[in-house]
């Protein structure tokens, strides 16, 4: 089992930035794909970025150049720095740790407002 605890979330003006960051339990973070998902009022819940354990990215064309994805295995923590964000941006974010269909683990979420 795996616990995420995630933090950083707030609210920002268009063009400001924010970070986010998701702490996890246990030993399985550092061989699992860690990602970070956000779902809008009245939407369903998106892809925003995954990386592996080794430290390959990926991300929705719609946060490409602004958001960027890390990890630190030695902390058990992953992190999503996001720039220039947009009222469009806004979600609630939450973390993701997966090793299989089955083990698949995911953070309570943190509310990001991008208003002006």
């Known amino acids: 089992q795996v616990q995420l605890v995630e933090s950083g979330g707030g609210s920002v003006r268009p063009g400001g930035s924010l970070g986010l960051s998701c702490i996890a339990s246990?030993?399985?973070?550092?061989?699992?794909?860690m990602g970070w998902y956000r779902q809008a009022p009245g939407k369903a819940r998106e892809l925003v970025a995954t990386?592996?354990?080794?430290?390959?990215?990926n991300y929705a064309d719609s946060v490409k150049g602004r958001f960027t994805i890390s990890r630190d295995n030695a902390k058990n923590t992953g992190y999503l720095q996001m720039n220039s964000l947009k009222p469009e941006d806004t979600a609630v974010y939450y973390c993701?740790?997966?090793?299989?269909?089955?083990?698949?683990?995911w953070g309570q979420g943190t509310q990001v407002t991008v208003s002006s």
């Open positions: 246990g030993s399985m973070f550092i061989i699992s794909t």
């Open positions: 990386i592996s354990p080794s430290g390959t990215s």
């Open positions: 993701n740790v997966r090793r299989s269909a089955i083990l698949n683990f």
